[in-house]
Protein backbone atom coordinates (compact mmCIF):
# COMPACT_ATOMS: atom_id res chain seq x y z
CA UNK A 1 0.00 0.00 0.00
CA UNK A 2 1.59 3.36 -0.61
CA UNK A 3 0.70 6.59 1.30
CA UNK A 4 -0.44 9.64 -1.15
CA UNK A 5 -0.89 11.77 1.65
CA UNK A 6 -0.87 12.11 5.89
CA UNK A 7 -2.00 14.98 8.53
CA UNK A 8 -1.94 15.27 12.36
CA UNK A 9 -4.74 16.83 13.74
CA UNK A 10 -4.91 18.82 17.42
CA UNK A 11 -7.85 19.85 19.27
CA UNK A 12 -7.40 22.11 21.74
CA UNK A 13 -9.43 23.62 24.63
CA UNK A 14 -11.55 26.16 22.38
CA UNK A 15 -14.34 24.32 21.98
CA UNK A 16 -14.31 22.89 18.26
CA UNK A 17 -11.85 24.08 16.24
CA UNK A 18 -9.25 21.92 15.44
CA UNK A 19 -5.56 22.35 13.66
CA UNK A 20 -5.02 20.64 10.93
CA UNK A 21 -0.94 19.86 9.71
CA UNK A 22 -1.03 18.84 6.20
CA UNK A 23 2.79 19.33 4.45
CA UNK A 24 4.11 22.61 5.57
CA UNK A 25 -0.03 24.09 5.87
CA UNK A 26 -1.88 24.53 8.81
CA UNK A 27 -5.52 24.59 8.19
CA UNK A 28 -8.14 25.34 11.00
CA UNK A 29 -11.37 23.49 11.11
CA UNK A 30 -14.51 24.57 13.43
CA UNK A 31 -18.10 24.37 13.40
CA UNK A 32 -20.30 26.99 13.40
CA UNK A 33 -21.45 29.28 16.58
CA UNK A 34 -24.85 27.27 15.86
CA UNK A 35 -23.67 24.18 16.34
CA UNK A 36 -21.43 25.36 19.56
CA UNK A 37 -18.34 26.24 17.73
CA UNK A 38 -16.83 29.48 16.94
CA UNK A 39 -17.00 29.59 13.30
CA UNK A 40 -12.84 29.86 13.32
CA UNK A 41 -12.77 28.03 10.05
CA UNK A 42 -14.63 25.64 7.42
CA UNK A 43 -16.40 22.57 8.93
CA UNK A 44 -15.77 19.10 8.17
CA UNK A 45 -18.04 18.66 5.31
CA UNK A 46 -16.40 21.66 3.67
CA UNK A 47 -13.08 20.71 3.74
CA UNK A 48 -14.27 17.27 1.53
CA UNK A 49 -16.40 19.80 -0.80
CA UNK A 50 -13.11 21.86 -1.13
CA UNK A 51 -10.83 18.76 -1.92
CA UNK A 52 -13.41 17.71 -4.08
CA UNK A 53 -14.07 20.82 -6.00
CA UNK A 54 -10.15 21.63 -6.22
CA UNK A 55 -9.60 18.24 -7.67
CA UNK A 56 -12.40 18.42 -9.84
CA UNK A 57 -11.06 21.75 -11.65
CA UNK A 58 -7.81 20.54 -11.56
CA UNK A 59 -8.15 17.84 -13.17
CA UNK A 60 -10.29 19.23 -15.87
CA UNK A 61 -7.35 22.06 -16.39
CA UNK A 62 -4.98 19.25 -16.92
CA UNK A 63 -6.79 17.35 -19.27
CA UNK A 64 -8.05 20.40 -21.40
CA UNK A 65 -4.08 21.93 -21.72
CA UNK A 66 -3.73 18.04 -22.84
CA UNK A 67 -6.35 18.49 -25.89
CA UNK A 68 -5.43 21.95 -26.24
CA UNK A 69 -8.58 23.15 -25.40
CA UNK A 70 -8.78 26.73 -24.02
CA UNK A 71 -11.46 26.41 -21.20
CA UNK A 72 -10.87 30.46 -19.57
CA UNK A 73 -11.87 30.60 -16.22
CA UNK A 74 -13.50 27.73 -14.52
CA UNK A 75 -16.35 27.70 -11.71
CA UNK A 76 -17.66 25.23 -9.50
CA UNK A 77 -20.54 24.67 -7.67
CA UNK A 78 -20.71 22.31 -5.19
CA UNK A 79 -23.35 20.61 -2.49
CA UNK A 80 -23.75 18.15 -0.15
CA UNK A 81 -27.24 16.67 1.17
CA UNK A 82 -28.72 14.06 3.19
CA UNK A 83 -31.65 12.24 1.88
CA UNK A 84 -34.28 10.78 4.78
CA UNK A 85 -32.24 7.30 4.56
CA UNK A 86 -28.83 9.59 5.85
CA UNK A 87 -27.32 8.78 2.16
CA UNK A 88 -24.88 11.39 1.17
CA UNK A 89 -25.39 13.23 -2.02
CA UNK A 90 -23.03 15.30 -3.70
CA UNK A 91 -23.93 18.02 -6.83
CA UNK A 92 -21.92 19.86 -9.11
CA UNK A 93 -22.82 22.76 -11.30
CA UNK A 94 -20.05 23.62 -13.60
CA UNK A 95 -18.95 26.51 -16.00
CA UNK A 96 -16.47 28.25 -18.19
CA UNK A 97 -15.75 31.27 -19.57
CA UNK A 98 -14.83 29.80 -23.03
CA UNK A 99 -16.92 28.55 -25.38
CA UNK A 100 -17.10 24.85 -26.08
CA UNK A 101 -18.67 22.72 -28.25
CA UNK A 102 -21.41 20.14 -27.15
CA UNK A 103 -18.80 17.74 -27.67
CA UNK A 104 -16.06 18.99 -25.67
CA UNK A 105 -18.82 19.73 -22.60
CA UNK A 106 -19.44 16.20 -22.76
CA UNK A 107 -16.31 14.83 -22.37
CA UNK A 108 -15.40 17.24 -19.81
CA UNK A 109 -18.41 16.00 -17.40
CA UNK A 110 -17.20 12.29 -17.91
CA UNK A 111 -14.01 13.09 -17.35
CA UNK A 112 -15.72 14.78 -13.86
CA UNK A 113 -17.32 11.08 -12.64
CA UNK A 114 -13.28 9.94 -12.83
CA UNK A 115 -11.26 12.55 -10.91
CA UNK A 116 -9.43 10.95 -8.29
CA UNK A 117 -11.28 12.30 -5.38
CA UNK A 118 -14.98 11.52 -6.75
CA UNK A 119 -13.45 7.94 -7.57
CA UNK A 120 -12.68 7.62 -3.65
CA UNK A 121 -16.01 9.36 -2.42
CA UNK A 122 -17.62 6.62 -4.86
CA UNK A 123 -16.02 4.34 -4.44
CA UNK A 124 -15.69 4.72 -0.27
CA UNK A 125 -13.05 3.70 2.13
CA UNK A 126 -11.65 1.38 5.06
CA UNK A 127 -10.68 3.38 8.14
CA UNK A 128 -9.38 1.98 11.24
CA UNK A 129 -8.35 3.80 14.26
CA UNK A 130 -6.39 2.31 17.30
CA UNK A 131 -5.08 3.77 20.28
CA UNK A 132 -1.66 6.12 19.50
CA UNK A 133 0.96 5.95 22.79
CA UNK A 134 3.68 8.07 22.48
Known sequence: MRTLTQARAQLGSTAYRTDIHS??????ADEPVSAG??????APYDYI???LAACTLMTLRMYAERKGWELGQLDLDISLAKDADKRTHIHRSLQCS???SDEQWQRLLEICAKTPVTLTLAQGSSITTERRSD
Open 23 to 28: GRFTLV
Open 37 to 42: GQDAGP
Open 49 to 51: LAG
Open 98 to 100: APL
